[in-house]
């Protein structure tokens, strides 16, 4: 038998590629768009770093997300 565990280990800005500390996310407001097979448990997570999620956009697994529609989701 095999077992996967996934964890988050730290934050990445997409946009500069700097990494920051899970902690960074505690008492923050965020906006979350997903598009994995468990989107709720992305959802989730985010929570349980702390942060409190003030929006989200989800779509099915590996959606390939269009320009329009991020902007669209972080207006």
Do not use: Y
Not at 8 to 32: C, H, T, Y
Request: charged share 25%; with cysteine; net charge positive.
């Amino acid at each position: 038998f095999w077992e996967a565990s996934h964890a988050p280990q730290a934050l990445r800005d997409e946009r500069s590629g700097n990494v920051s500390n899970l902690e960074a996310l505690s008492g923050r407001k965020v906006m979350a768009i997903s598009a994995l097979a468990d989107n709720a448990q992305f959802f989730q997570t985010l929570r349980n770093c702390g942060a409190s999620v003030a929006g989200h956009v989800a779509r099915r697994d590996h959606h390939r997300w269009r320009e329009g529609e991020v902007k669209s989701a972080l207006a």
